[in-house]
Structure formats: structure tokens, C-alpha cells
């Protein structure tokens, strides 16, 4: 798998985990209406975690460039 494949899925992962995130958020809000706000508030706690990585992510996503050779991994 070439780098440019490599960065290329690891974008893709990274916006569907924002979609999925999205959606929890969604989620989250309907159920907090339904009256269940502990439910709701722990969701909410999963999501917090997942948006402190955020900036990590993107950053480590936005460092990675095409002409450093990657290590070879063993298939």
C-alpha cells in the first residue's frame, strides 16, 4: 500500500468517525428530550473524549506528506 492510499484511508477513517460522532450528538440530544439525562450525559462524556483526539488527529493527518518513505509491514 502505497503512502499516498495510506493518508488517503486514514482521512476517510477520520471523517467517519466525525460523521459517527455527529451522529452520537444526535443521538444523544434525542435522548436527553426523552427525559433520560443520564443516559444522554454519558454519551455526551464518550463524545468529549473523542474530541480531545480531534486536534491530534488532524494534525498528525495534515503532517503526513508523500515523500518520506513509510517502514514496510510484514501481509
Known sequence: MSEKEITTLLSLMNQRQSCLGNAFKEIADWIDRQGDV???????????A???DEAR???TL????????LPRFRS
Do not use: F, N, Q, Y
Open 50 to 52: 473523542l474530541e480531545a
Open 62 to 69: 495534515t503532517s503526513l506528506t508523500l515523500d518520506r518513505p
Open 57 to 59: 488527529v488532524r494534525k
Open 38 to 48: 443520564p443516559a444522554a450525559g454519558k454519551i455526551r462524556a464518550t463524545l468529549r
